[in-house]
């Protein structure tokens, strides 16, 4: 986890501040990284999480927008995006492929934001 946390220090994906890194997987969508943001997102310990695949930590996620996005993102290499609703709060997830990583990260949604904007900014993060 170590190479993981130095990671939440990256440049978000999403442009502007806000964003937080919630999830490092790689291209089997297995768990590498689970921040304490992620813990306090959805309430799972990073022990239970960390080397499980995301179909059996989250057995709903088959067939979802995030699922799709998430192939998306590690087919092309771009940076994607899903707005979804997290605690009653309009949120932006974003996935995105450095190296052999697939990073998620979390913003808040502005109050004046499309219902399903997509990342339009596309850059390689070093």
Do not use: K, N
Not at 1 to 11: K, L, N, Y
Not at 37 to 62: I, N, Q
Not at 106 to 112: A, G, I, T, V
């Amino acid at each position: 986890m170590d190479s993981v946390a130095s990671e939440t220090r990256c440049p978000s994906p999403l442009g502007g501040g806000g964003g937080v890194l919630l999830a490092v997987m790689d291209r089997r969508l297995r768990f590498l990284g689970w921040t304490p943001a992620a813990v306090s997102l959805t309430g799972l310990a990073a022990a239970d999480v960390l080397g499980r695949c995301l179909y059996d930590v989250f057995p709903e996620a088959p067939g979802t927008a995030a699922e799709s996005q998430y192939f998306e993102a590690l087919r092309t290499g771009r940076p994607v995006s899903i707005v979804t609703q997290l605690d009653g709060v309009r949120r932006e997830i974003a996935a995105w492929l450095r190296g052999e990583r697939l990073h998620l990260w979390l913003s808040p949604m502005p109050p004046d934001s499309g219902p399903h904007r997509r990342t339009q900014q596309h850059r390689t993060i070093p």
